[in-house]
């Protein structure tokens, strides 16, 4: 024991003789220049951790909304307008004369095609994970049994049999509106999910005054020390000018680009979160379809003393009319662009860092080749 007690004691006196000399070695003007330049460049370099994250924490959201979010939202109101669109257009050219040989008519295929590619698109940019795959596929499979039943409709109609084309056009109208699971209705709940999620972003995008007080806070220690670098140098050699001022100069102009872009991130979150949100509440287009449905019900049903089905006249009178012009039309065609606003400090603020650092050296490295060793 009493060898072990030798051995601490020789320590803790190695340990000071050390801390000793370098403290000394610390006070000298070349061991002062050295730790001002070293810790100048590591604070350079820590600095950038709290930049970068005060970035994203906009950034990241915007490009979310842009990439993923807004399309999906643009593309799911898409496909519901075109389905309610290419509903109407079908049951429209059922109600003439021509629709025995033209079917549902060329309007109803282009909607058509219209919604599928919306909805496959929405697929591949799904924001709402596992809930909204469900939810298309469903709506997908609803709308192959949707498009059988216009079909029928069609080959009825095209054989002279108006009765069963009626019942047909009759069930297919009932899958597209039917408000216990018909495809409106599973659109309308994917859009809640979609409101959840465009809530859920447009909150984590708001960059919190925690995340800029720990921004700041990293900022101004990192410029203080520069700042006290240059002033050790103006009373040490009298130089006015040096890299040293040259990098807190540029910390100071890199910190006012980075506060105006995530302004403007913010700004752009708040503006696309309201265009998505009025998006979302849109109303759904003019809807006759119900009333040509119960008038060819009257002609070719009850006048011939047969029902075409004793729900039909209920969920008719049911059914919404929708509106004749939607205030937000053109907000479902907003263009999207992935990438957002202030994209560059995503390198800038690494390259930036590297430079103030560069320009810290370029200050200090004259003066501390004054006092290496072998000189003065």
């Known amino acids: 024991?009493?060898?072990?007690?030798?051995?601490?004691?020789?320590?803790?006196?190695?340990?000071?003789?050390?801390?000793?000399?370098?403290?000394?070695?610390?006070?000298?003007?070349?061991?002062?220049?050295?730790?001002?330049?070293?810790?100048?460049?590591?604070?350079?370099?820590?600095?950038?951790?709290?930049?970068?994250?005060?970035?994203?924490?906009?950034?990241?959201?915007?490009?979310?909304?842009?990439?993923?979010?807004?399309?999906?939202?643009?593309?799911?109101?898409?496909?519901?307008?075109?389905?309610?669109?290419?509903?109407?257009?079908?049951?429209?050219?059922?109600d003439t004369d021509g629709g025995s040989l033209t079917g549902p008519g060329q309007a109803y295929y282009n909607q058509m095609a219209i919604a599928s590619q919306s909805l496959a698109h929405a697929a591949e940019v799904n924001a709402v994970g596992p809930q909204g795959t469900e939810a298309l596929q469903t709506i997908e499979s609803l709308l192959a049994s949707y498009s059988d039943s216009v079909s029928q409709a069609g080959a009825y109609f095209h054989a002279e049999?108006?009765?069963?084309?009626?019942?047909?056009?009759?069930?297919?109208?009932?899958?597209?509106?039917?408000?216990?699971?018909?495809?409106?209705?599973?659109?309308?709940?994917?859009?809640?999910?979609?409101?959840g999620e465009l809530a859920k972003q447009v909150g984590a995008g708001e960059v919190t005054a925690e995340e800029t007080a720990t921004w700041l806070a990293w900022q101004a220690v990192l410029c203080a020390f520069l700042l006290a670098g240059h002033g050790y140098l103006v009373w040490?050699?009298?130089?006015?000018?040096?890299?040293?001022?040259?990098?807190?100069?540029?910390?100071?102009?890199?910190?006012?680009?980075?506060?105006?872009?995530?302004?403007e991130m913010d700004a752009d979150i708040a503006s696309f979160g309201t265009i998505l949100q009025k998006v979302l509440a849109e109303p759904d287009g003019e809807m006759t379809a119900q009333?040509?449905?119960?008038?060819?019900?009257?002609?070719?049903?009850?006048?011939?003393?047969r029902e075409c089905g004793p729900t039909m006249p209920d969920r008719l009178s049911q059914a919404a009319t929708g509106v004749e012009g939607r205030a937000t039309d053109q907000s479902v065609n907003v263009r999207l662009a992935a990438t957002a606003s202030g994209a560059w400090l995503e390198t800038g603020i690494p390259w930036s860092s590297a430079l103030i650092a560069g320009l810290v050296i370029i200050g200090f490295w004259p003066r501390l080749d004054e006092y290496s060793y072998g000189k003065r």
């Open 1 to 94: 024991m009493r060898w072990a007690a030798t051995w601490s004691t020789a320590g803790a006196r190695w340990v000071g003789a050390r801390g000793r000399a370098a403290l000394s070695w610390i006070r000298t003007t070349r061991g002062t220049l050295w730790t001002l330049l070293f810790c100048s460049v590591v604070l350079t370099f820590v600095s950038a951790g709290p930049s970068l994250t005060y970035f994203h924490g906009a950034h990241d959201v915007a490009t979310e909304l842009r990439a993923h979010v807004g399309p999906m939202i643009v593309d799911v109101q898409v496909a519901r307008n075109a389905l309610i669109s290419a509903n109407e257009a079908a049951v429209a050219a059922f």
């Open 161 to 195: 049999d108006h009765l069963m084309g009626t019942v047909a056009l009759w069930n297919a109208w009932r899958q597209l509106h039917d408000p216990l699971g018909g495809i409106v209705e599973r659109l309308s709940e994917l859009r809640e999910l979609q409101a």
């Open 291 to 305: 009333q040509t449905l119960a008038a060819l019900a009257d002609k070719h049903c009850r006048t011939a003393a």
């Open 236 to 263: 040490r050699f009298r130089r006015l000018l040096s890299g040293v001022l040259l990098a807190a100069i540029a910390v100071v102009a890199l910190n006012i680009s980075t506060t105006d872009a995530v302004d």
